[in-house]
């Protein structure tokens, strides 16, 4: 996903403020499950959610207002219970500027523990063997 930073995105220093990243994330978590026919709002619709269970961040340098960020994520593992998504982060000049991953729970509407729907392991499946 190429995300551009915006004078909004950064801090009085002028770098993106480090928050702001956890934003990013979700932006490319949602683009990379779409792109494999499963929406939020869909899965949303059917009282599945996801949950954060743990956020790991490990910044390695500064992106700036004007830069275009390029965030490749895949799903490092995942069980009937959990989706665990790791990141990489480079800007247009291929500079590694940081590397994370999000573990993710499955939810229902009442925010308790529910098992991940077939359709999304076999997505997941599928990807994991291409």
Do not use: W
Not at 3 to 31: Q, W
Not at 55 to 74: C, R
Not at 83 to 110: M, P, S
């Amino acid at each position: 996903m190429k995300r551009r930073i915006y004078y909004y995105d950064t801090d009085t220093s002028g770098a993106v403020y480090h928050a702001n990243y956890l934003k990013y994330f979700e932006e490319a978590r949602s683009e990379f499950l779409e792109a494999r026919g499963l929406t939020v709002k869909g899965l949303l619709e059917r009282g599945v959610g996801f949950a954060i269970r743990r956020q790991e961040v490990e910044y390695k340098f500064p992106s700036l207002y004007g830069d275009t960020l390029d965030i490749e994520v895949k799903v490092k593992e995942h069980t009937p219970y959990r989706i665990v998504f790791a990141y990489l982060v480079h800007n247009q000049d291929g500079r590694l500027i940081a590397r994370a991953e999000t573990d993710l729970v499955c939810v229902g509407r009442d925010l308790k523990l529910i098992e991940l729907p077939d359709e999304v392991k076999a997505r997941l499946a599928a990807e994991k063997q291409a």
